[in-house]
């Protein structure tokens, strides 16, 4: 009972302290640098998952992953790799004895491209069992001894001429010499291959049966494909025992993917898209199949549900059947359907803890034993968490926290966002995703920004999605309503909806979305004057379409990898003949004055809107021309300031971490200056780190009468204190004329004021918080070594700088030399006269923070709260290699923290 009062006690602490610490305002980084987990795999005995973690390594600039393995129940998690080698794909042996996993790590005599590595569950070092020229595209565990992969076949000899004499020139779309892309088997202890199919074409998708013996593959016929999608993929069924080879899913446009065998292993599942223009494999509704191995035939499970599959949702097979999401609009509806005597049966899920919405999941995993089940969970106002739970038919009971990640999100104010709802074009019922201002307060009108999402043909769920792209919580931090608008031919909202801009592109989309911000207009949370738009692909083709249709509706805009003219992105689209021939009637040498009018290129003479453009110079999906265009056009018409910024080496998408800071940078610059009106050009001159900058950043710490620190009502002078990661840190180590309004005797040459009390004893340290504390009303206290620890690695890039022996002897002295200096040390005027005033060398930090690593060491308190000293003194080197030794008593004083 008493463990029971205490825990209550501490937790209602802990929740008063949250409740009381300031949130930290969000960065750009904040956005770059959140972790995910993805490929999530359950051990056959259901007490283990192993994942990858994705996380930012600037120094590699781009994210990278490693992996990690969580003991179930106990819910211990160790790492499994490190060094972000893009491990990922981990699934377990049958067995459970092994982890194969794919990685691009480097070993002697390893072939480039990521290959199949082992590790065993309980950690050691992993060692790659393939060695394929080119690498493995995917793999499945056939049984415990041997693996499946899929791979292109070693280069032929004429690859290696080429190769030899430099040749590096490209055949576009070379049937002639379109390298096969086969499946191999690998036995796992003697690392002998075995090549499975010897299909001239290129197998993209497969899945091996439960038992190992069955094989279903999806096959791709034409490098053309992508482009045109003539020639539509061919799925066969592969008997490994027999060698037999049996073509399925024959009919005509009907080429399903996304295989699932059923547990039993008597069938398996697979979707199709279905549409109104399947020669373009237009967009469409997802549809699920059910094939009958026994009987050789395929059959459609009737969903009941007249808007397919949800996007981004998963297909689960099941003892029973299968689990799916149902598209729902902003979410997916989550629902088992199971094989009854009389056919199949939908019945919904549901989840036991009532903070979670089964509607709100994603990355659904189930276990080898039916049961054992993780998941994602997020809202748009709820950052994505991981859980662990039990399936029991349409219930998902007791889940609990797999692993949390994104600690700085806790310390962010998260902006509230809801579903909203209005009429769009042609009357329909529309809606998207309103995020709030930070802040609010009703009756005041706000910016708003546009935040369009790409496709067309996706969607904007209530779920967790801040990226380089799109970030609420940065524009809801700047004061702006954040409206993302699930549009005409979006998906998640049945066919009709999807389907219904092929041949009416721009006619309701571009209604809808203003019709939206009239909405919150009349609702008076929106100023009329104060709107922005951006997006990148599809969301940036709709921007820039709003600014022809709509001239002087916004006052910024900042599309990114949109098109403005659609005759040309026939030709240089990577899937132009498709995605063209679906949306704009046909090909443009039949259908001219359409494309032509449909080009916002044509119309650029209309745009007023000061307009920042984005392209990745390798782009294929929007091609980079359609960027130049653009900006030509607006550049040489001057009606419209517009910038260009183009990232070398990047595709449709920006991989590298410093393209996607630059790009916030400059489109949250942007904002600031044409929306928001707080826009500061920077000073391409200044140097922040430089002396100017720590003057002028001198300039900012508080000082009274030339006395650092603040004096309380009463006239106390007390120390300044400075966060840094939640700990409040006072700026400098206590001063003289601080520690004197607490011990008046204490006494100390005129002039020093700001030098750092000296000869401090713990005790007389302790009792000065102890009084701090009393007339602050704060648990002010001695940091504890961990915190200071903490600090020393927070301020680490100035420690060359502080006040060390370094610095008063000019150089970096070895122990030799400073015992050879210790002479002249000895005949100084006085014991301290090495000591400087408070922040005489550069601090560190937004702070900033001074004397960490100099001036006079600091007391601590270690594990068993005994004072220790830590940290450099003027009197010490700064050398890392020598053990730390204290220095005398006159370079010890201390600063203080509190949390």
């Given at each position: 009972?008493?463990?029971?009062?205490?825990c209550?006690?501490l937790?209602?602490?802990?929740v008063?302290?949250?409740?009381?610490?300031?949130?930290k305002p969000?960065?750009?980084?904040?956005?770059?640098?959140?972790e995910?987990?993805?490929?999530?795999?359950?051990?056959?005995?259901?007490?283990a998952?192993?994942?990858?973690?994705?996380?930012?390594?600037?120094?590699?600039?781009?994210?990278?992953?490693?992996?990690y393995?969580t003991r179930?129940?106990?819910?211990?998690t160790?790492?499994?790799?490190?060094?972000?080698n893009?491990?990922?794909?981990?699934?377990?042996s049958?067995?459970?004895?092994?982890?194969?996993?794919?990685?691009?790590?480097?070993?002697?005599?390893?072939?480039?491209?990521?290959?199949?590595?082992?590790?065993?569950?309980?950690?050691?070092e992993?060692w790659p069992?393939?060695?394929?020229?080119?690498?493995v595209?995917?793999?499945?565990?056939?049984?415990?001894?041997?693996i499946?992969?899929?791979?292109?076949?070693?280069p032929?000899?004429?690859?290696?001429?080429?190769?030899?004499?430099?040749?590096?020139?490209?055949?576009?779309?070379?049937r002639?010499?379109?390298?096969p892309?086969?499946?191999?088997?690998?036995?796992?202890?003697?690392?002998?291959?075995?090549?499975?199919?010897?299909?001239?074409?290129?197998?993209?998708?497969?899945?091996?049966?439960?038992d190992g013996?069955?094989?279903?593959?999806?096959?791709?016929?034409?490098?053309?494909?992508?482009a045109d999608?003539?020639e539509q993929?061919?799925?066969?069924?592969?008997?490994?025992?027999?060698g037999?080879?049996?073509?399925?899913?024959?009919e005509r446009y009907?080429?399903?993917?996304?295989f699932?065998?059923?547990?039993?292993?008597?069938?398996?599942y697979?979707?199709d898209?279905?549409?109104?223009d399947?020669q373009?494999?237009?967009?469409?509704?997802?549809?699920?199949?059910?094939?009958?191995?026994?009987?050789?035939?395929?059959?459609?499970?009737p969903?009941q549900?007249?808007?397919?599959?949800?996007?981004?949702g998963?297909?689960?097979?099941?003892?029973e059947?299968?689990?799916?999401?149902?598209?729902n609009?902003?979410n997916?509806r989550?629902a088992h359907?199971?094989r009854?005597?009389s056919g199949?049966?939908?019945?919904?899920?549901?989840?036991?803890?009532?903070s979670?919405?089964?509607?709100?999941l994603g990355?659904?995993?189930l276990?080898?034993?039916?049961q054992r089940?993780?998941f994602a969970?997020s809202?748009?106002?709820?950052?994505?968490?991981?859980?662990w739970a039990r399936?029991?038919?349409?219930r998902?009971?007791?889940?609990?926290?797999l692993?949390?990640?994104?600690?700085?999100?806790?310390?962010?104010?998260?902006?509230?966002?809801?579903?909203?709802?209005?009429r769009?074009?042609r009357?329909h019922?529309?809606?998207?995703?309103l995020?709030?201002?930070?802040?609010y307060?009703?009756g005041?009108?706000?910016p708003?920004?546009?935040l369009?999402?790409g496709?067309?043909a996706?969607?904007?769920?209530?779920?967790?999605r801040?990226s380089?792209?799109?970030?609420?919580?940065?524009?809801?931090?700047?004061?702006?309503f954040?409206?993302?608008?699930?549009?005409h031919?979006?998906?998640n909202?049945?066919?009709?909806f999807?389907?219904?801009?092929?041949g009416?592109?721009?006619?309701?989309?571009?209604p809808?979305?203003?019709r939206g911000?009239?909405?919150?207009?009349?609702?008076?949370?929106?100023?009329?004057?104060?709107?922005?738009?951006?997006?990148?692909?599809?969301g940036a083709?709709?921007?820039i379409g709003?600014?022809?249709?709509?001239?002087t509706?916004?006052?910024?805009?900042?599309p990114?990898?949109?098109?403005v003219?659609?005759i040309?992105d026939?030709?240089n689209?990577?899937f132009g003949?498709?995605f063209?021939e679906?949306y704009?009637k046909?090909?443009?040498?039949?259908?001219?004055?359409?494309?032509?009018?449909?080009?916002p290129f044509f119309?650029?003479?209309r745009?007023?809107?000061p307009?920042?453009?984005?392209f990745?110079?390798e782009d294929?999906?929007?091609?980079?021309?359609?960027?130049?265009?653009?900006?030509?056009?607006l550049?040489?018409?001057?009606?419209?300031?517009?910038?260009?910024?183009?990232?070398p080496?990047?595709?449709?998408?920006?991989?590298?971490?410093?393209h996607?800071?630059?790009?916030?940078e400059?489109?949250?610059?942007?904002?600031?200056?044409?929306?928001?009106?707080?826009?500061?050009?920077?000073?391409?001159?200044?140097?922040?780190?430089?002396?100017l900058g720590?003057?002028?950043?001198?300039?900012?710490?508080?000082?009274?009468?030339?006395?650092?620190?603040?004096?309380?009502?009463?006239?106390?002078?007390?120390?300044e204190?400075?966060?840094?990661?939640?700990?409040?840190?006072?700026?400098?180590?206590?001063?003289?004329?601080?520690?004197?309004a607490f011990r008046?005797?204490?006494?100390?040459p005129a002039?020093?004021?700001?030098?750092?009390?000296?000869?401090?004893?713990?005790?007389?340290?302790?009792a000065?918080a102890?009084?701090?504390?009393?007339?602050?009303?704060?648990?002010?206290?001695l940091?504890?070594?961990a915190?200071f620890e903490?600090?020393?690695r927070?301020?680490?890039?100035r420690r060359?700088?502080?006040?060390?022996l370094?610095?008063w002897a000019?150089?970096?002295p070895?122990?030799?030399?400073?015992?050879?200096?210790?002479?002249?040390?000895d005949?100084?005027?006085?014991?301290?006269?090495l000591?400087l005033?408070?922040g005489?060398?550069?601090?560190?930090?937004?702070?900033?923070?001074f004397?960490?690593?100099?001036?006079?060491?600091?007391?601590?308190?270690?594990?068993?709260h005994?004072?220790?000293?830590?940290?450099?003194a003027a009197?010490?080197?700064?050398?890392?290699?020598?053990?730390?030794?204290?220095?005398?008593?006159t370079y010890?004083?201390?600063?203080?923290v509190?949390?």
């Open positions: 009972m008493r463990a029971a009062v205490l209550l006690l937790c209602s602490l802990a008063l302290g949250w409740a009381q610490r300031s949130p969000w960065t750009i980084e904040d956005v770059i640098e959140q995910a987990i993805s490929g999530m795999d359950i051990a056959p005995d259901g007490r998952v192993v994942w990858a973690k994705r996380y930012a390594d600037w120094k590699k600039d781009r994210h990278v992953t490693d992996l393995l179930l129940p106990e819910g211990r160790i790492p499994l790799t490190r060094g972000g893009d491990d990922g794909s981990a699934r377990f049958p067995d459970g004895r092994w982890i194969a996993f794919l990685s691009g790590r480097r070993a002697e005599d390893l072939k480039e491209g990521r290959q199949i590595w082992l590790i065993r569950p309980d950690g050691g992993p069992l393939t060695n394929h020229e080119g690498g595209r995917a793999f499945a565990w056939r049984d415990s001894v041997r499946l992969f899929l791979a292109r076949e070693e032929t000899l004429r690859e290696r001429q080429l190769k030899e004499r430099k040749d590096d020139a490209q055949v576009v779309e070379d002639e010499f379109w390298p892309v086969r499946l191999f088997e690998i036995d796992v202890h003697t690392r002998r291959v075995r090549r499975l199919t010897e299909n001239t074409d290129q197998i993209t998708e497969f899945a091996v049966s439960p013996r069955y094989v279903v593959t999806s096959h791709n016929q034409s490098p053309h494909y992508g999608a003539r993929p061919r799925q066969f069924l592969y008997d490994l025992q027999t037999e080879r049996v073509e399925i899913f024959a009907l080429d399903p993917e996304n699932r065998w059923a547990p039993d292993g008597k069938g398996f697979a979707t898209t279905y549409s109104s399947p373009w494999e237009g967009a469409g509704i997802e549809e699920l199949y059910y094939f009958d191995l026994t009987r050789r035939t395929y059959s459609k499970v969903l549900w007249d808007w397919g599959l949800g996007s981004f998963t297909v689960v097979p099941t003892r059947g299968v689990l799916v999401q149902l598209a609009g902003t997916n989550l359907y199971v009854t005597d199949w049966e939908r019945r919904w899920v549901s989840i036991s803890d009532t979670l919405s089964a509607d709100h990355g659904l995993v276990g080898p034993d039916g089940i993780v969970h809202r748009a106002s709820q950052p994505t968490r991981y859980f399936l029991e038919g349409e998902i009971l007791e889940p609990r926290e692993v949390r990640l994104n600690a700085h999100l806790r310390e962010r104010t998260i902006a509230r966002a809801e579903v909203f709802r209005w769009g074009a009357n019922p529309v809606e998207g995703i995020y709030y201002p930070h802040h307060q009703p005041r009108r706000y708003l920004i546009v369009i999402h496709g067309p996706s969607v904007d769920l209530d779920a967790w801040e380089w792209a799109g970030y609420p919580n940065l524009l809801a931090q700047r004061g702006a954040v409206l993302r608008p699930n549009y031919g979006s998906s909202y049945g066919l009709a999807v389907e219904s801009i092929k009416h592109y721009y006619e309701y989309e571009l809808d979305i203003r911000i009239e909405a919150l207009i009349q609702q008076g949370l929106v100023h009329p004057d104060s709107l922005g738009v951006m997006g990148w692909s599809n083709i709709l921007t709003l600014t022809v249709e709509y001239p509706l916004f006052k910024a805009a900042a990114g990898a949109g098109d003219n659609w040309s026939y030709g689209c990577a003949v498709r063209d679906s704009f046909g090909n443009p040498w039949n259908n001219l004055k359409h494309y032509i009018e449909k080009s119309r650029l003479d745009v007023v809107t307009t920042i453009i984005f990745g110079t294929r999906s929007v091609p980079t021309e359609q960027g130049w265009q653009h900006y030509r056009a550049q040489q018409m001057g009606r419209a300031p517009v910038r260009f910024i183009l990232f080496g990047a595709e449709h998408s920006l991989v590298r971490l410093s996607q800071r630059r790009k916030m400059e489109e949250l610059a942007w904002f600031d200056q044409y929306l928001f009106g707080r826009y500061q050009k920077p000073n391409a001159a200044f140097k922040a780190d430089s002396p720590e003057l002028l950043r001198r300039a900012r710490v508080s000082r009274v009468d030339g006395l650092y620190g603040r004096r309380l009502d009463d006239g106390t002078l007390v120390p204190f400075v966060e840094v990661d939640s700990l409040w840190v006072s700026r400098f180590e206590i001063t003289r004329a601080q520690y004197r008046p005797e204490y006494t100390y002039g020093t004021d700001n030098y750092p009390a000296n000869g401090i004893s713990l005790e007389e340290a302790q000065y102890r009084w701090l504390a009393g007339k602050l009303g704060r648990p002010v206290r940091p504890t070594v915190e903490a600090l020393e927070a301020v680490q890039s060359a700088q502080e006040n060390t370094d610095f000019g150089y970096s070895n122990p030799d030399e400073v015992r050879q200096l210790q002479a002249k040390l005949s100084l005027p006085r014991p301290d006269a000591l005033e408070v005489s060398r550069p601090g560190a930090g937004s702070g900033p923070l004397d960490v690593g100099g001036n006079v060491a600091e007391w601590c308190l270690d594990a068993t005994q004072g220790v000293i830590r940290g450099g009197i010490l080197p700064a050398d890392p290699k020598s053990g730390y030794r204290p220095p005398p008593l010890v004083g201390f600063r203080l509190y949390r």
